[in-house]
């Protein structure tokens, strides 16, 4: 369950951010960006979050996930597919000489802050 | 109103671990990262490791785990500096767990410092401790389907060491299986198979370590 400290750290970050913008008020909505390989499970983040932002600026905010994917590159047709799942082979042209990048991303993309 | 933050989420752990490589830098110590599950044979490969390494390189561990003391007691057992670290709970170590682990060493008494991360396949994997190298070690009786199962500590591994290699006849363990998931995820880290026990195929694993701390040091040395 490391979405704990990972939405600990968030929290942190958004006050931060705020902070540093110079607004007050409630936070109404967040966008975060997670990576489909990265380990993070979208819904145990919204759980910890319901769980840590209650005293907080946070409390009420709507928290919106995106899931980056993650791209598959292959060395024999040369293309570029982005996928969900890890993969074994080309979705193109079925060649197993790939590589797999990205989709390991944690982002906090945007906070709406309500004036 | 908006704000456009657009940044990583553990941004405050990792500029935390970026002061630690820094720190670890300028003190010539090189930081290792070991992850793999509770039992994959982290420790043992630890000692085995250090039988092999203990004359040419000044070794220092920092233990992570849940409770408990038996890891740094194995390492003390075989007079190895060592810290360790009780999570109480937490499944990971971060970045400030190691700085203050590392304000109990001397740091110029070290040229190589192992963290043995929390047994952990999933956690560890978001966490830079300001290490040079991760290395992930798998052991056979896990199974080859680990690196599909669990991408995210696979793809950002430096290497992959198989431990208990000498039980592989007896499971259902194919190493071109894992190796062909690592050529996926990580293609430029090396794949060991080992015996730490049994001393198989440690040569080649601690022979490639050390060359990874000469490389480093001798890096600094021109700078």
Redesign the interface.
């Given at each position: 369950?490391?979405e704990l400290?990972?939405v600990e750290?968030?929290i942190?970050?958004v006050q931060e951010?705020?902070r540093r913008?110079g607004?007050e008020g409630k936070i109404a909505k967040l966008e975060?960006s997670i990576g489909r390989?990265?380990?993070?499970n979208a819904d145990s983040i919204r759980f910890a979050f319901d769980l840590l932002s209650s005293d907080t600026i946070l409390a009420e905010s709507e928290i919106v996930i995106h899931e980056s994917k993650a791209v598959c590159r292959c060395n024999s047709c040369r293309s570029e597919t982005e996928i969900d799942d890890?993969?074994?082979q080309c979705p193109r042209c079925a060649s197993?000489d790939?590589?797999?990048d990205g989709?390991?991303?944690?982002?906090?993309?945007?906070?709406?802050?309500e004036? | 109103?908006?704000?456009?933050?657009?940044?990583?989420?553990?941004?405050?752990?990792d500029q935390l671990a970026a002061e630690l490589r820094d720190k670890f830098d300028k003190s010539s110590v090189f930081v290792v990262n070991i992850v793999g599950s509770p039992g994959a044979g982290k420790t043992t490969l630890l000692e085995a490791l250090f039988a092999k390494l203990q004359n040419s390189i000044r070794p220092a561990v920092i233990e992570g785990d849940i409770a408990g003391s038996i890891d740094a007691e194995r390492m003390e057992a075989i007079g190895v500096p060592v810290v360790q670290i009780n999570t109480e709970g937490?499944?990971?170590l971060?970045a400030a767990m190691i700085a203050s682990a590392v304000q109990e060493f001397d740091l110029t008494k070290i040229d190589l410092l192992f963290i043995e991360n929390v047994g952990n396949l999933?956690?560890t994997?978001?966490?830079d401790l300001g290490e040079h190298l991760r290395i992930i070690v798998l052991s056979t009786s896990e199974g080859d389907d680990k690196?599909?199962k669990?991408?995210?500590?696979f793809?950002?591994s430096d290497a992959l060491v198989i431990t208990k290699i000498d039980l592989a006849p007896y499971l259902n363990f194919n190493p071109l299986r894992i190796a062909?998931?690592m050529?996926?995820?990580a293609?430029n880290s090396p794949i060991f198979q080992v015996s730490a026990l049994k001393g198989e195929g440690m040569p080649a694993a601690a022979d490639w370590l050390s060359a990874r701390v000469a490389e480093k040091s001798n890096r600094e040395g021109v700078v």
């Amino acid at each position: 369950m490391h979405e704990l400290s990972i939405v600990e750290a968030l929290i942190e970050q958004v006050q931060e951010e705020v902070r540093r913008a110079g607004v007050e008020g409630k936070i109404a909505k967040l966008e975060l960006s997670i990576g489909r390989l990265s380990g993070v499970n979208a819904d145990s983040i919204r759980f910890a979050f319901d769980l840590l932002s209650s005293d907080t600026i946070l409390a009420e905010s709507e928290i919106v996930i995106h899931e980056s994917k993650a791209v598959c590159r292959c060395n024999s047709c040369r293309s570029e597919t982005e996928i969900d799942d890890l993969l074994s082979q080309c979705p193109r042209c079925a060649s197993d000489d790939i590589a797999i990048d990205g989709g390991r991303e944690l982002l906090l993309q945007s906070i709406d802050v309500e004036e | 109103m908006k704000i456009v933050a657009a940044k990583r989420i553990l941004k405050m752990n990792d500029q935390l671990a970026a002061e630690l490589r820094d720190k670890f830098d300028k003190s010539s110590v090189f930081v290792v990262n070991i992850v793999g599950s509770p039992g994959a044979g982290k420790t043992t490969l630890l000692e085995a490791l250090f039988a092999k390494l203990q004359n040419s390189i000044r070794p220092a561990v920092i233990e992570g785990d849940i409770a408990g003391s038996i890891d740094a007691e194995r390492m003390e057992a075989i007079g190895v500096p060592v810290v360790q670290i009780n999570t109480e709970g937490a499944c990971h170590l971060d970045a400030a767990m190691i700085a203050s682990a590392v304000q109990e060493f001397d740091l110029t008494k070290i040229d190589l410092l192992f963290i043995e991360n929390v047994g952990n396949l999933v956690c560890t994997a978001g966490f830079d401790l300001g290490e040079h190298l991760r290395i992930i070690v798998l052991s056979t009786s896990e199974g080859d389907d680990k690196a599909v199962k669990y991408p995210a500590i696979f793809q950002g591994s430096d290497a992959l060491v198989i431990t208990k290699i000498d039980l592989a006849p007896y499971l259902n363990f194919n190493p071109l299986r894992i190796a062909a998931d690592m050529k996926r995820l990580a293609p430029n880290s090396p794949i060991f198979q080992v015996s730490a026990l049994k001393g198989e195929g440690m040569p080649a694993a601690a022979d490639w370590l050390s060359a990874r701390v000469a490389e480093k040091s001798n890096r600094e040395g021109v700078v």
